[in-house]
Antibody
Framework: EVQLKESGPGLVQPSQTLSLTCTVS????????VHWVRQPPGKGLEWMGV???????AYNSALKSRLSISRDTSKSQVFLKMNSLQTEDTAIYYC???????WGQGVMVTVSS | DIQMTQSPSSLPASLGDRVTITCRAS??????LRWFQQKPGKSPRLMIY???NLANGVPSRFSGSRSGSDYSLTINSLESEDMAIYYC?????????FGSGTKLEIK
């Protein structure tokens, strides 16, 4: 069974760095891509970036200067790091497989002092 | 960036109705178009992929179609469990972009 689960801090202070982990099971990171998508409260979905199966990455140009995606295939984990967080980065952060075929449950991140 | 213009933003409908939601792509995306359903407090669920293909476990009353740069999601014979927000996604070109969402609600 394909599963993805996001984890990370629920609260981040403004200007700090967000670090999230997506732990997957039921498939290999070397066979499938993992994407990050976020959703501010009450708003729509925003594609953030992708870790391709071959290890390359691509990012939303609006976030590219602040965003980094990496992985540890031995642990079946994909990592998201985004710096210089502001209140508008408050959102539910999801990791997904392929172009959002499968989704994690999401993790709510609040940016506040 | 490719813009996905989704309409309507809100769609009141009655049980048993046939409804259609549309996304218009600002550039050619081929059939790299997906539809998602999201219920309150839940992660989105893939409904349609490749513009016209039903995802696993999706009821046959859902269908997807394409006419030029317009992509549509149609639900025949609306059921109460279909009340949700629907989003389209183009995954032909970076950055992938979602439509703004359509809230389907009971009239």
């Amino acid at each position: 069974e394909v599963q993805l689960k996001e984890s990370g801090p629920g609260l981040v202070q403004p200007s700090q760095t967000l670090s999230l982990t997506c732990t997957v099971s039921g498939f290999s990171l070397t066979d499938y891509s993992v994407h990050w998508v976020r959703q501010p409260p009450g708003k729509g979905l925003e594609w953030m970036g992708v870790m391709w199966s071959g290890g390359s990455t691509a990012y939303n140009s609006a976030l590219k200067s602040r965003l980094s995606i990496s992985r540890d295939t031995s642990k079946s984990q994909v990592f998201l790091k985004m710096n210089s967080l502001q209140t508008e980065d408050t959102a539910i952060y999801y990791c997904t497989r392929d172009a959002a075929t499968y989704w994690g449950q999401g993790v709510m991140v609040t940016v506040s002092s | 960036d490719i813009q996905m213009t989704q309409s309507p933003s809100s769609l009141p409908a009655s049980l048993g109705d046939r409804v259609t939601i549309t996304c218009r792509a600002s550039q050619d995306i081929g059939n790299y178009l997906r539809w998602f359903q999201q219920k309150p407090g839940k992660s989105p669920r893939l409904m349609i992929y490749g513009a016209t293909n039903l995802a696993n476990g999706v009821p046959s009353r859902f269908s997807g179609s394409r006419s030029g740069s317009d992509y549509s999601l149609t639900i025949n014979s609306l059921e109460s469990e279909d009340m949700a927000i629907y989003y389209c996604l183009q995954h032909n070109e970076y950055p992938f972009t979602f439509g703004s969402g359509t809230k389907l609600e009971i009239k």
